[in-house]
C-alpha cells in the first residue's frame, strides 16, 4: 500500500509570475491560478517578502520551517 | 428518441428496451430553451426534472461579489436536475447555455418509476452518483490544478462526455463557451484563460477557436490535465479512447 505523503506541509516551490496584457499572472505554486493589477501585485510582492522575513526570524536561519 | 444518449457508453450499461420505454413515457413534454435562458432558478419549489435532449447546460452560482461561478455543465443525455426528484429546490440555477432542447419529466412520474421498476431506479440513481463524482473531480481541478492544467484538465473531459454520446470523434467537438465562460468554469480570468489557450495552441495539444476545439494530441493533453476518466464511468472502450489509448 502506498503512503500518502504529509498533508498541508508548506510548499517548497515558489510561485511564477508573468505579465499579460498588463495584468501580473501567478501561477502556482500547487493550485495558484491569480490575476492581479500591477499595483496589488507590488503590494502583494511587499507583504510577501515581510512575511518571509518573520518567517525566517521566528525558525531560525533554515528559514523553511516543517509546520506540519 | 429522447434518451437516445442517456447513459450510453457507460459501465452501468445501455438502457434495455423496456427501461427506454418507461422512461420515454415518463416525459411530459419536450421544450426548447434559448441561450442563457435560467430553467431552475436557486431556491424555488420544482416538481419536475429536466433531461438534455440536445445543447449545452450549466448550473450557475452567483457569489456576494457579484460574481458569477459555473459549478457544472451538462452534455446531451444528462438529468441535468434529478436531484431535484428528492430535494424539491436547488441551491443553484441551471440554465441553457446554448439553444437546448429538453425533456420535462413530472416528479410524480419518478414517483412511479421508484415504485414499479427496481432496475431503472438503479440506473437513474447512477446518474446522480456520476454528476456528485464529477462534482468532486471539479473541486479537485480548483483546489490543485494550476492554470494551464485546469483548462486542459476540463477540455479533456468534455471531449470524453462527448466521445461518450458520439458528438466528439476524440480529435473535433463543439465546445460553445467564451472564454469568459471557461474562467467562469475554471474561476480564472479572462486574460488568464487567454493566455493558457495561446499555450496549449503553442504546444501543439490543440486549438480552441470560435466554439471548435481541435485535438492536436490527446495524450499531451491529457497528461497536461492530469486527468484520469475514471470518474465518468465510461465503458471500457470509451474511457481508453477519452485518454487517447485507442484509435477511432
Same mark, same amino acid.
Given at each position: 500500500?502506498?503512503?500518502?505523503?504529509?498533508?498541508?506541509?508548506?510548499?517548497?516551490?515558489?510561485?511564477? +509570475?508573468? $505579465?499579460?496584457?498588463?495584468?501580473? &499572472? =501567478?501561477?502556482?505554486?500547487?493550485?495558484?491560478?491569480?490575476?492581479?493589477? *500591477?499595483? +496589488?501585485? $507590488?503590494?502583494?510582492?511587499?507583504? &510577501? =517578502?515581510?512575511?518571509?522575513?518573520?518567517?525566517?526570524?521566528?525558525?531560525? *536561519?533554515?528559514?523553511?520551517?516543517?509546520?506540519? | 428518441?429522447?434518451?437516445?444518449?442517456?447513459?450510453?457508453?457507460?459501465?452501468?450499461?445501455?438502457?434495455?428496451?423496456?427501461?427506454?420505454?418507461?422512461?420515454?413515457?415518463?416525459?411530459?413534454?419536450?421544450?426548447?430553451?434559448?441561450?442563457?435562458?435560467?430553467?431552475?432558478?436557486?431556491?424555488?419549489?420544482?416538481?419536475?426534472?429536466?433531461?438534455?435532449?440536445?445543447?449545452?447546460?450549466?448550473?450557475?452560482?452567483?457569489?456576494?461579489?457579484?460574481?458569477?461561478?459555473?459549478?457544472?455543465?451538462?452534455?446531451?443525455?444528462?438529468?441535468?436536475?434529478?436531484?431535484?426528484?428528492?430535494?424539491?429546490?436547488?441551491?443553484?440555477?441551471?440554465?441553457?447555455?446554448?439553444?437546448?432542447?429538453?425533456?420535462?419529466?413530472?416528479?410524480?412520474?419518478?414517483?412511479?418509476?421508484?415504485?414499479?421498476?427496481?432496475?431503472?431506479?438503479?440506473?437513474?440513481?447512477?446518474?446522480?452518483?456520476?454528476?456528485?463524482?464529477?462534482?468532486?473531480?471539479?473541486?479537485?481541478?480548483?483546489?490543485?490544478?494550476?492554470?494551464?492544467?485546469?483548462?486542459?484538465?476540463?477540455?479533456?473531459?468534455?471531449?470524453?462526455?462527448?466521445?461518450?454520446?458520439?458528438?466528439?470523434?476524440?480529435?473535433?467537438?463543439?465546445?460553445?463557451?467564451?472564454?469568459?465562460?471557461?474562467?467562469?468554469?475554471?474561476?480564472?480570468?479572462?486574460?488568464?484563460?487567454?493566455?493558457?489557450?495561446?499555450?496549449?495552441?503553442?504546444?501543439?495539444?490543440?486549438?480552441?477557436?470560435?466554439?471548435?476545439?481541435?485535438?492536436?494530441?490527446?495524450?499531451?493533453?491529457?497528461?497536461?490535465?492530469?486527468?484520469?476518466?475514471?470518474?465518468?464511468?465510461?465503458?471500457?472502450?470509451?474511457?481508453?479512447?477519452?485518454?487517447?489509448?485507442?484509435?477511432?
Amino acid at each position: 500500500m502506498t503512503r500518502r505523503p504529509a498533508v498541508l506541509k508548506p510548499c517548497e516551490h515558489p510561485g511564477k +509570475a508573468s $505579465a499579460e496584457d498588463g495584468v501580473v &499572472l =501567478l501561477d502556482g505554486p500547487d493550485g495558484v491560478a491569480v490575476a492581479m493589477t *500591477p499595483d +496589488a501585485a $507590488a503590494q502583494t510582492a511587499e507583504s &510577501l =517578502l515581510r512575511a518571509a522575513a518573520q518567517a525566517r526570524a521566528s525558525h531560525g *536561519p533554515a528559514g523553511n520551517g516543517d509546520q506540519g | 428518441m429522447i434518451t437516445a444518449n442517456v447513459l450510453r457508453n457507460r459501465t452501468a450499461g445501455e438502457l434495455t428496451e423496456g427501461e427506454r420505454a418507461i422512461l420515454e413515457a415518463a416525459v411530459l413534454e419536450t421544450r426548447l430553451l434559448p441561450a442563457d435562458q435560467v430553467a431552475v432558478r436557486q431556491g424555488e419549489p420544482v416538481n419536475v426534472s429536466i433531461l438534455l435532449v440536445h445543447g449545452f447546460m450549466t448550473r450557475r452560482v452567483d457569489a456576494a461579489d457579484g460574481r458569477r461561478h459555473l459549478v457544472g455543465g451538462h452534455v446531451p443525455g444528462d438529468f441535468v436536475d434529478l436531484h431535484a426528484y428528492v430535494l424539491k429546490k436547488l441551491d443553484h440555477d441551471v440554465a441553457a447555455l446554448t439553444d437546448a432542447t429538453v425533456a420535462i419529466v413530472p416528479h410524480a412520474r419518478l414517483e412511479r418509476i421508484q415504485s414499479e421498476c427496481e432496475s431503472l431506479t438503479r440506473r437513474l440513481w447512477f446518474l446522480t452518483l456520476q454528476d456528485a463524482a464529477i462534482h468532486r473531480q471539479w473541486i479537485y481541478r480548483l483546489s490543485s490544478l494550476n492554470a494551464y492544467q485546469r483548462i486542459a484538465h476540463f477540455l479533456c473531459e468534455i471531449n470524453a462526455r462527448l466521445l461518450a454520446i458520439g458528438a466528439s470523434d476524440g480529435a473535433v467537438f463543439e465546445l460553445p463557451m467564451t472564454q469568459v465562460d471557461l474562467g467562469e468554469v475554471c474561476s480564472l480570468t479572462n486574460v488568464h484563460v487567454n493566455r493558457v489557450l495561446r499555450q496549449l495552441r503553442e504546444n501543439e495539444l490543440c486549438t480552441v477557436r470560435a466554439s471548435r476545439v481541435e485535438i492536436h494530441d490527446l495524450k499531451a493533453l491529457v497528461a497536461a490535465g492530469q486527468f484520469d476518466s475514471q470518474y465518468l464511468f465510461l465503458n471500457q472502450q470509451t474511457a481508453a479512447r477519452a485518454c487517447g489509448l485507442e484509435s477511432r
